[in-house]
């Protein structure tokens, strides 16, 4: 049997905001609804389930495989809400890298994610 992912829940105070920052940045549809979740549907049939908790909300990494004209709209919506982006998980360099012959670059959502969005697969 092939195992894929199909959905994880994303844990956030604003549901509603952090799917559609999600959605917007990454240049997807609106999001949709399924029960208690926002969702935001990816294009290999994954979705983001985004939910609202109480107290405090464990900040979770998420990366995106994008190709490099979207990796280019990405870095123009992000520049366009006065983002911070950064070439490494840990923070230290501003902007983007150029890691396995792609690029690649990380920021954070309203909820506190920390996002990355990458044009070719580690180990390139």
Same mark, same amino acid.
């Given at each position: 049997m092939a195992v894929e992912l199909n959905h994880t829940i994303v844990s956030t105070h604003d549901k509603q905001a952090e799917?559609?920052? =999600?959605?917007? =940045?990454?240049? $997807?549809p609106e999001p949709g609804s399924f029960g208690p979740f926002a969702v935001v549907e990816l294009a290999n049939g994954v979705s983001l389930d985004f939910m609202d908790v109480g107290g405090d =909300?464990?900040?979770? *990494?998420?990366? %995106?495989l994008i190709s490099e004209d979207e990796f280019d709209a990405v870095a123009q919506r992000l520049r366009e809400r006065g983002l911070q982006t950064w070439a490494d998980p840990g923070r230290r360099t501003p902007g983007f890298n150029t890691n396995d012959g792609g690029r690649g670059l990380y920021f !954070?959502?309203?909820?506190? *994610? %920390?996002? !990355? =969005? $990458?044009?070719v697969p580690y180990g390139g």
């Open positions: 799917a559609r920052f =999600v959605a917007d =940045v990454l240049g $997807l =909300v464990a900040a979770q *990494h998420y990366a %995106f !954070e959502s309203p909820g506190g *994610h %920390f996002l !990355e =969005v $990458l044009t």
